[in-house]
């Protein structure tokens, strides 16, 4: 809800309802303007930046309904390799706001500049891409201005006020969301009664190129799934030694294939969602008997969660929706994994058009412990010869991780030998047990890494 209570609006939900409402008439938008009186500076340009996530889509819904009659100067720098949705969503911006998006893009895509550059990759350390890509082409557009003075509005939200603003020399950057003391949930409340939630923040937290450095191992695990073309160029880029290349690129055959089901047949094991205790047991029991040590033995380890919503009907339990989202070599990697994920949902509930209290409730974890053939799955991280998105992290090691868990979850419930076709012949498998697991808050630490904190002109 808002930080700051206003005379004028007891509640969020009135002042979302005036925001969505009559406008200039409402007390809502009276006090806003109250609040911000250097929009109305007739002296300046008004700049407002957009990126087609959350944040700046707000941003500008809120500033031109509290401001008709300013005549702001909304811009897009576009990479060339952004989600489908960020484009949609700009196109419904545009309509609700009656007003033109400028939207500038670099002489070169960000694939292309990949490719030119001879295989160099951005990173969280050489962040050529925003340089080339976002801040070139805005400086190039502010040319067109002279020495007026300008005005840029960034979508910073007021529990991120510590957060470093995208500034340029000579612009005042106003920070709207921290002046109101509006947070996260007024953002998204504000999106749900206008143009909606842009649907890229089912599968990931930020907006910017569907290949970000920035992302999560769990948004690149999502990418895989939702978007496999974006992630087969994200993995066509990646520059991996050949032992890497060798050991990723042994994968299991199409499980619908070689099973004869269908896609919509195929699920992952669950617990008695009435007795989760009992997966627990089962998994402390059966653990026992696994080798502290895999590496070197017959058989490999890996961890694997899988998200499962379930409704509690007055029958029984229903589950909805079930997807693995991530996959580790360790037990406290794949619970930090999931601990992010979780605050995740509950900070966008409203995408999936449910509540924060529904999703608390409904989006629960299962974990697995797999045990493979070693000479099959490859757990280690790509080695010192390859160059990737992120370091000691690979698309292909990804995806290679993710469908032998796949396919080993998906034979257990299909009732099938524990043994998984490859391209190299068959595979054993053993599901280990499973355990239900309760996400917790993440650390301070986990929630400014700064690995994970993109661009502010990316990803505002």
Request: a negative charge; aromatic letters at 10%; glycine letters at 6%.
């Given at each position: 809800?808002?930080?700051?209570?206003?005379?004028?609006?007891?509640?969020?939900?009135?002042?979302?309802?005036?925001?969505?409402?009559?406008?200039?008439?409402?007390?809502?938008?009276?006090?806003?303007?109250?609040?911000?009186?250097?929009?109305?500076?007739?002296?300046c340009v008004h700049v407002i930046p957009v990126s087609g996530g959350?944040?700046?889509?707000?941003?500008?819904?809120?500033?031109?309904?509290?401001?008709?009659?300013?005549?702001?100067?909304?811009?897009?720098?576009?990479?060339?390799?952004?989600?489908?949705?960020?484009?949609?969503?700009?196109?419904?911006?545009?309509?609700?706001?009656?007003?033109?998006?400028?939207?500038?893009?670099?002489?070169?895509?960000?694939?292309?500049?990949?490719?030119?550059?001879?295989?160099?990759?951005?990173?969280?350390?050489?962040?050529?891409?925003?340089?080339?890509?976002?801040?070139?082409?805005?400086?190039?557009?502010?040319?067109?201005?002279?020495?007026?003075?300008?005005?840029?509005?960034?979508?910073?939200?007021?529990?991120?006020?510590?957060?470093?603003?995208?500034?340029?020399?000579?612009?005042?950057?106003?920070?709207?969301?921290?002046?109101?003391?509006?947070?996260?949930?007024?953002?998204?409340?504000?999106?749900?009664?206008?143009?909606?939630?842009?649907?890229?923040?089912?599968?990931?937290?930020?907006?910017?190129?569907?290949?970000?450095?920035?992302?999560?191992?769990?948004?690149?695990?999502?990418?895989?799934?939702?978007?496999?073309?974006?992630?087969?160029?994200?993995?066509?880029?990646?520059?991996?030694?050949?032992?890497?290349?060798?050991?990723?690129?042994?994968?299991?055959?199409?499980?619908?294939?070689?099973?004869?089901?269908?896609?919509?047949?195929?699920?992952?094991?669950?617990?008695?969602?009435?007795?989760?205790?009992?997966?627990?047991?089962?998994?402390?029991?059966?653990?026992?008997?696994?080798?502290?040590?895999?590496f070197g033995s017959a058989m490999q380890g890996i961890w694997v969660?899988?998200?499962?919503?379930?409704?509690?009907?007055?029958?029984?339990?229903?589950?909805?929706?079930?997807?693995?989202?991530?996959?580790?070599?360790?037990?406290?990697?794949?619970?930090?994994?999931?601990?992010?994920?979780?605050?995740?949902?509950?900070?966008?509930?409203?995408?999936?058009?449910?509540?924060?209290?529904?999703?608390?409730?409904?989006?629960?974890?299962?974990?697995?412990?797999?045990?493979?053939?070693?000479?099959?799955?490859?757990?280690?991280?790509?080695?010192?010869?390859?160059?990737?998105?992120?370091?000691?992290?690979?698309?292909?090691?990804?995806?290679?991780?993710?469908?032998?868990?796949?396919?080993?979850?998906?034979?257990?419930?299909?009732?099938?030998?524990?043994?998984?076709?490859?391209?190299?012949?068959?595979?054993?498998?053993?599901?280990?047990?499973?355990?239900?697991?309760?996400?917790?808050?993440?650390?301070?630490?986990?929630?400014?890494?700064?690995?994970?904190?993109?661009?502010?002109?990316?990803?505002?």
């Open positions: 809800m808002l930080a700051v209570q206003t005379p004028f609006c007891s509640s969020q939900q009135a002042m979302l309802s005036a925001i969505a409402g009559d406008g200039g008439a409402s007390a809502a938008v009276q006090w806003i303007r109250q609040m911000l009186p250097e929009v109305l500076d007739t002296t959350a944040d700046s889509t707000a941003l500008a819904i809120l500033m031109v309904t509290a401001f008709p009659e300013v005549p702001f100067r909304f811009l897009f720098t576009d990479t060339g390799a952004e989600p489908k949705t960020v484009y949609e969503s700009l196109d419904r911006l545009e309509l609700f706001i009656g007003r033109r998006i400028e939207r500038l893009a670099a002489e070169k895509s960000l694939y292309d500049a990949v490719i030119q550059f001879n295989g160099f990759l951005p990173s969280a350390r050489e962040r050529w891409c925003t340089r080339l890509l976002k801040l070139q082409p805005y400086k190039a557009w502010l040319k067109q201005f002279g020495s007026q003075r300008l005005k840029m509005y960034v979508g910073i939200r007021a529990e991120e006020d510590d957060r470093v603003a995208f500034v340029t020399d000579g612009i005042d950057t106003v920070m709207p969301f921290v002046t109101l003391g509006m947070v996260r949930e007024s953002i998204f409340g504000i999106l749900s009664k206008t143009i909606g939630i842009p649907e890229m923040y089912k599968h990931r937290t930020r907006s910017g190129c569907s290949t970000c450095p920035y992302m999560r191992q769990s948004e690149v695990t999502m990418l895989l799934q939702h978007d496999p073309a974006a992630f087969a160029i994200g993995q066509q880029l990646e520059k991996l030694g050949d032992a890497d290349v060798a050991r990723y690129d042994v994968l299991p055959e199409p499980y619908c294939q070689t099973s004869g089901l269908a896609r919509n047949w195929l699920g992952f094991p669950q617990p008695d969602w009435y007795q989760p205790e009992v997966g627990l047991a089962a998994m402390r029991s059966r653990a026992k008997s696994v080798p502290a040590d895999l969660a899988v998200e499962f919503w379930v409704h509690d009907s007055y029958l029984e339990p229903v589950v909805w929706r079930q997807e693995l989202v991530a996959t580790s070599t360790t037990r406290h990697g794949l619970q930090k994994q999931i601990d992010m994920h979780m605050q995740h949902r509950l900070s966008t509930a409203e995408v999936w058009h449910l509540s924060r209290e529904e999703m608390q409730n409904e989006a629960r974890f299962v974990l697995y412990y797999l045990n493979v053939d070693a000479e099959v799955l490859q757990v280690e991280r790509p080695g010192a010869g390859s160059y990737t998105w992120q370091q000691g992290h690979a698309y292909a090691r990804t995806k290679h991780l993710v469908q032998w868990a796949q396919a080993a979850l998906w034979s257990v419930v299909a009732g099938a030998e524990p043994v998984v076709a490859g391209r190299h012949g068959s595979v054993k498998i053993e599901v280990l047990g499973q355990e239900v697991y309760q996400p917790k808050p993440p650390t301070i630490e986990d929630t400014y890494d700064e690995r994970y904190i993109a661009c502010p002109m990316c990803s505002l």
